[in-house]
């Protein structure tokens, strides 16, 4: 093994790491969105959390173990080769093609759901009267679905023995890896993978943000003169002031920071790890380096990213974690004085019966005194 080893375990640890802390993010996002009713937004960020759970776990019970498990020294060649660490036997080609189908898959999902979000916000945005009429759940539903089963081809090359499934060292798992017999078809498959995982999907969500962008800024001052003058109304009707200076508290961010930050972290997150893998698949170079563990860990953050910006982040889910913790605690709040109601109607009824049996055995009992007197009279 290389001097790098260490490098790629710390590599596969922090992926670990990433992906339980990413796990507890999108569980949060599960847990509020599955207790609340769902609309268009929540179907999106439904699916959206199901794929990141889903890389979660398969980082933490597939990537993690295959690639320590490659690792681990094996005493008896130690001691035949004084080594300090030895390979294992390549992993089992189902368990490689399982893993390696997820791990082509998931990613896409995850990027093609934010489209979604981005589209959905969009056409709120641009069509606000028709939108109930243009989107609803059930279609949502159907068109999010199709895609998916859409990039579930991906997958179908490898099984047709096309191209193959071969874990990689500095990938913490198994990728697609075609054969250099059949160039054209190479190409093809490389192409449009690479364009559908981050090509495509960057210039969707650059393309909505930006014609987003460019209303916010024609209608800005007659949406800000609007807004500033039901507000001095508002403010002179209540306090009878006209001070301006509160409001400089509400003033948002630039748009353009926004569509930075979706674009950016799209970029950062997928660009390098799917343009390493391009630039190897073409170029016919050698899969693992250092750079290209790197880019891997880089995109196992993309869970943990989403989760973070669309659940912890979110005002909305917030409000709604709190409103169903509130009705939680209420309800065991009721069934606590529920039951202590009944425990104290139990005790009074127990304690009436109790007086009731002495009342009754005192009345037998004079009864019975009585009628002895009577019979010795």
């Avoid at 005493?75 to 300090?84: F, K, M, P, R, V």
């Avoid at 790890?273 to 993309?302: C, G, H, Q, R």
């Avoid at 869970?303 to 309800?331: C, D, H, M, W």
């Amino acid at each position: 093994m290389s001097n790098s080893d260490p490098i790629y375990t710390l590599n596969v640890i922090c992926e670990a790491v990433v992906a339980f802390v990413g796990l507890i993010f999108n569980g949060y996002i599960l847990f509020v969105l599955i207790c609340c009713k769902l609309t268009v937004n929540n179907i999106l960020l439904l699916f959206m959390a199901l794929a990141d759970t889903a890389i979660c776990l398969l980082i933490l019970v597939a990537n993690t173990p295959m690639s320590l498990s490659q690792r681990i020294p094996d005493i008896d060649q130690l001691l035949a080769t004084n080594s300090s660490l030895v390979s294992r036997p390549d992993v089992d080609e189902w368990v490689c093609g399982a893993q390696g189908a997820l791990w082509t898959v998931l990613p896409l999902c995850i990027i093609w759901t934010i489209c979604g979000l981005i589209v959905d916000r969009y056409i709120a945005i641009i069509r606000p009267l028709s939108y109930t009429r243009l989107i609803n759940v059930r279609k949502t539903a159907v068109v999010l679905i199709s895609i998916w089963i859409c990039l579930l081809s991906f997958i179908i090359p490898p099984f047709m023995g096309c191209c193959g499934y071969r874990f990689l060292t500095s990938y913490s798992g198994c990728v697609v890896i075609c054969s250099r017999t059949q160039e054209s078809y190479l190409e093809f498959y490389y192409m449009v993978f690479h364009l559908s995982a981050f090509i495509a999907p960057v210039i969707v969500i650059t393309v909505c943000n930006a014609h987003i962008a460019t209303i916010a800024h024609n209608h800005r001052h007659r949406i800000v003169s609007a807004i500033y003058e039901i507000t001095m109304r508002a403010q002179a009707t209540v306090t009878h002031q006209s001070s301006p200076s509160y409001l400089f508290k509400y003033k948002g961010r630039h748009a353009f920071l926004a569509i930075l930050q979706l674009v950016g972290s799209l970029i950062f997150l997928t660009f390098p790890y799917y343009t390493i893998y391009a630039y190897k698949s073409f170029a016919n170079k050698p899969y693992d380096n250092y750079w290209t563990s790197v880019s891997t860990l880089i995109l196992s953050f993309t869970p943990i990213f989403n989760g973070y910006v669309y659940g912890v982040k979110s005002k909305a889910l917030r409000k709604t974690f709190k409103r169903l913790l509130q009705r939680y605690l209420y309800e065991q709040q009721a069934s606590i004085e529920i039951d202590r109601r009944l425990s104290l109607r139990s005790q009074s009824s127990l304690r009436e019966g109790w007086n009731s049996l002495l009342i009754t055995s005192s009345l037998s009992s004079n009864m019975l005194y009585r009628s002895q007197r009577r019979f010795s009279a």
